[in-house]
């Protein structure tokens, strides 16, 4: 079994920027399976995982909740990442591997890991 998507509320204003962030981490833009949805989130994905962007005015943001992303490419990731002024707090190695936590530009913490636990 493997999680198939997370929701983040995200403020309108922020979507865009929140697009930009996300492709950074290998996702893209999907459409949602219907109106109703695409005018309440905006979604992006990669691979077989989702990330719902709501739509909310006053998001509700967890102070130390994240999202964890692997991605193989971590060292040109993590450089892209600085390159474009997002602070990156690297942290100790687990499982063998770096990983690091990054703030997206609507404030939630995402870790990013080179290699899934195990």
Known sequence: ????????????ADVAAELRFWSLLGFTRVDPPNEDLAARATWVQSGPT???????????????GHVAVVCEAYDATVDALTDRG????????HWGAP??????????????MAAPPG
């Open 86 to 93: 997002f602070e990156v707090e690297q942290r100790a190695r």
């Open 99 to 112: 990983r690091c936590y990054v703030r997206s530009p609507g404030g939630h913490r995402v870790e990013v």
């Open 1 to 12: 079994m493997t999680v198939q998507h997370v929701a983040l509320e995200t403020r309108p």
């Open 50 to 64: 989702q990330v719902h962007l709501l739509h909310a005015e006053h998001p509700t943001v967890p102070p130390q």
